[in-house]
């Protein structure tokens, strides 16, 4: 079983519309919770961050943990053309290494 | 604001060389990491690297590949005698104040080995 799971899509959705990108876990040992965003050809961009459960806002963005369903999600409202990329959700532990592993990510289309 | 900055952009080689990528972290940071990502796959960890030692590495970082923090700005993935599947996208990032804390990234370098 992989650690981090994450439908690659491509998910295509109208401008305006409620996008919600998520992902699976294995490892009960993940409690910090990150999204990027990453546009064709350029580096990851942090967009949220999260320790353990709970959820996060941010303008337009929230940031969703279940830990006891090991699934994450964000949600992007009034999805804009410009939203357009790819979203990789990552994951690390505490206690040891922190360094993140990250799913495949999910394309994004937004069309106007 | 702040930003992980990578050169060159693009880097094309022939399958032997060796190739040297550079990175210049965010300035007050203290942990540098590099990753790579091979088109269409996952962005996968190499190593990271604290106080002038590599404190983490995975199991693509092998002899083949080596760390450096010449100076105080710059850091840099050395790959020695490169191959085909050594194509990829390499990405730096830097962390401030903590392994926990998160990671920025810089824009990337582009290798391609023919």
């Known amino acids: 079983q992989k650690e981090v799971e994450q439908d690659p899509g491509p998910l295509s959705v109208p401008e305006g519309a409620i996008v919600s990108l998520n992902c699976t876990y294995s490892?009960?040992?993940?409690?910090?919770f990150m999204w990027y965003r990453q546009y064709s050809r350029k580096g990851p961009e942090l967009l949220m961050y999260t320790y353990s459960s709970g959820n996060k806002e941010d303008g337009r963005f929230t940031a969703q943990v279940d830990k006891s369903s090991k699934y994450i999600s964000l949600f992007i409202r009034d999805s804009q053309p410009s939203d357009s990329a790819t979203y990789l959700c990552a994951m690390s532990a505490t206690g040891g290494s922190y360094i993140p592993t990250f799913g495949r990510g999910t394309s994004l289309i937004v069309h106007p | 604001e702040p930003e992980v900055t990578q050169t060159p952009s693009h880097q094309v080689t022939q399958m032997g060389q060796e190739v040297i990528l550079r990175c210049v972290p965010i300035s007050n940071h203290l942990y540098f990491y590099w990753y790579r990502q091979i088109l269409g796959q996952k962005v996968e960890f190499l190593v990271s690297f604290y106080n002038n030692e590599i404190s983490e590495k995975s199991e693509i970082f092998d002899d083949q590949f080596s760390v450096e923090r010449p100076d105080g700005s710059n850091f840099t993935l050395k790959i020695r005698s490169t191959k085909l599947e050594d194509s990829a996208m390499y990405f730096c990032?830097?962390?401030?104040?903590?392994?926990?804390?998160?990671?920025?990234f810089g824009p990337g370098t582009r290798l391609l080995v023919l």
């Open positions: 990032a830097s962390s401030g104040g903590g392994l926990q804390e998160t990671q920025y």
């Open positions: 490892n009960s040992a993940f409690q910090y």
